[in-house]
């Protein structure tokens, strides 16, 4: 026994995953006041200094925004790693930072009792803040859909994805990670003034996103219904614009067969979307499911993450 537990407590990086996953979910950083706003907000200040009408220069702004916003605040990063007082708590404060599970968790929970109770205004009042699409005339079914699609997606990236590139580069990476999907989200293509400028930075994120949630996508298929999820994504994939994303939605979906995708609305314009997953609509007792789901699969993750990061570095 002592042989199996010594790596493990003698290993910084799991001792830091592990510290901020605890720390995350028992003080958790109110949305609203977290340094992600900030950041968030400086995004939307350069994206109208820099943003065109012209699609092809649109572009190129993209880009070159990606670069102005992203390849300073590495540099910053990596600059301040060897002046710190502690590297483990400056490892723990970007994996901290990086995270963002308990928000998500409690947005699924509130969602779910609004809608048990068929309170639709309070439900699109919980959603908006997630959401580039509109809420205000979502009904029941919209707001199902458009809830657990939400769930899905901000578990995928504030945790799956997090984790995996801290177990590959540490905080930096899983900081940095948690800033591009953040500039995918607020430039995101599907509102009409981003629709050429935010093309890089969802492409980029879509890059990054590609192997941590098909990894995990795989490990949702195991377990019931198995053959029918199985079928189901190697049919839809291709209908959904980004591949990690669409693997992580099919996969969840199949297991309760329910329907995601489908129409929404962007800026006041109507956006058709691939209808994914089963025939049932999401009500609150299934985002309560896929909840559960989540949690099943990201606890194997976590436990999985933390021995191939005691293999590693005890190998170096």
Known sequence: MEDIIQPLYGNGMVLIMW?????????????????????????????????????????????????????????ILLALQPLVWQNEL??????????????????????????????????????KPWVN????????????????????????????????WYCLFGGIGAFVYRLTFELARVWSPTRQTFA???????????????????????????????????????????????????????TSAAKYELSLGGPAIYDTRKTLRAKIGGRIAPAAIHLSQLRQLMFSRLTVWILGTSLLLAIFHQGL
């Open 19 to 75: 510290a901020a996953i605890v720390l995350q979910l028992v003080v958790p950083i109110p949305r609203q006041s977290h340094p992600m706003a900030l950041w968030r907000r400086f995004a939307l200040l350069l994206s109208d200094k820099v943003n065109s009408t012209n699609p092809r220069q649109a572009s190129l702004a993209g880009w070159l925004s990606v670069a102005l916003m992203l390849l300073p605040a590495i540099v």
């Open 90 to 127: 400056y490892q723990l404060a970007l994996l901290l930072l990086a995270l963002d599970w308990r928000n998500t968790d409690a947005l699924v929970r509130h969602l779910s009792a609004a809608m048990a109770h068929e309170n639709k205004q309070q439900a699109r009042e919980l959603l």
């Open 133 to 164: 699409r509109e809420t205000e005339t979502l009904s029941l079914l919209g707001l199902g859909k458009a809830g657990a699609e939400t769930y899905l997606l901000a578990m995928g990236r504030g945790v799956i994805g997090v984790l995996f």
């Open 196 to 250: 050429s400028f935010g093309r890089a930075a969802t492409r980029l994120t879509a890059l990054l996103d590609f192997l941590p949630l098909r990894l995990f996508s795989l490990m949702i298929l195991v377990g019931h219904r198995t053959q029918q999820s199985f079928l189901l994504l190697k049919q839809q994939h291709k209908s959904w614009p980004l591949p990690g994303p669409s693997w992580l939605l099919i």
